[in-house]
């Protein structure tokens, strides 16, 4: 174990060039993280929800605040990103789409998805009076 | 007494722990779960963004949506801790650290888990007409 410093990290960042692929697996882990405090904001609303109508009024004056939109929307993104790179994943276990050229094109489709359904959620929320 | 030990002896056990597959075949079914019931929240929190206290516990009272919700909960907590564990493993290489966040993560998921879990119980119960 004396040398374990000296390993290379996981994903071995220094010896690949950029690629949207490389992006777009790296993007999984970090949309991953930014789920994780979106799933606690989540059980922070069932609880403020539990607590009565005073403590949910604060949560929705909370969210529904200028930094809370931000992170909502970002966490849209995270949501849509990592729900439609889970699905390419399930295919990559199947052992489908594994070419570079599939690998390429569903990764690039993946980006499109993220931002239209995005906009597509957030121009519901605004055009029903959520936002 | 090691050097009477074969060499056969000394390579056992220091493998894997054989449990990979179960862990991977797990996460890979929960996100399978998770693709329904993740639209299907993203639509719910669209329509509780425009309502109030009240529509808020309306929904959550109805036993389907209690029920999705539930399993949203129990699946989204189990395939984050999975999920997290795995890159605290792959980017800690300090041994105490490792074990400390992966206990961290543990006890989070299962707090927010479990409050989440309660709440929603909590108003679908004293609520609705369950």
């Known amino acids: ?131 | 007494m090691s050097g009477y030990r074969t060499d056969h002896s000394r390579a056992r056990g220091l493998g894997s722990a054989k449990h990979g597959a179960g862990h991977w075949i797990a996460e890979r079914v929960s996100a399978l779960a998770l693709i329904p019931l993740c639209v299907w929240i993203i639509f719910a929190a669209v329509r509780l963004s425009s309502a109030g206290y009240g529509d808020a516990v309306n929904f959550v009272s109805n036993p389907i949506n209690a029920t999705l919700i539930f399993l949203l909960i129990a699946v989204t907590f189990w395939h984050m801790h999975a999920g997290v564990r795995v890159v605290v493993e792959d980017y800690i290489q300090d041994h105490l650290g490792k074990i400390a966040l992966l206990i961290l993560n543990l006890f989070i998921c299962a707090l927010g888990g479990t409050l989440a879990a309660f709440s929603v119980l909590k108003v679908a119960f004293t609520n609705g007409s369950f």
């Open chain 1, 1 to 131: 174990m004396a040398d374990a410093k000296d390993r290379p990290l996981s994903p071995h960042l220094q010896v690949w060039r950029f690629h949207i692929t490389m992006f777009v697996s790296i993007m999984h882990r970090v949309t991953g993280c930014g789920l994780y405090a979106g799933a606690l904001i989540g059980a922070w609303w069932a609880a403020a929800l539990a607590g009565g109508p005073v403590t949910y009024n604060n949560f929705l004056g909370v969210l529904g605040s200028i930094p809370g939109k931000v992170v909502l929307f970002g966490l849209t993104i995270c949501m849509f990103f990592h729900l439609g790179n889970g699905i390419r994943h399930l295919f990559f276990d199947m052992g489908e789409g594994f070419d570079l050229k599939t690998a390429d094109f569903s990764a690039w489709a993946l980006m499109g998805f993220t931002a239209v359904a995005t906009l597509f959620t957030w121009g519901l929320a605004y055009a029903t009076g959520g936002i």
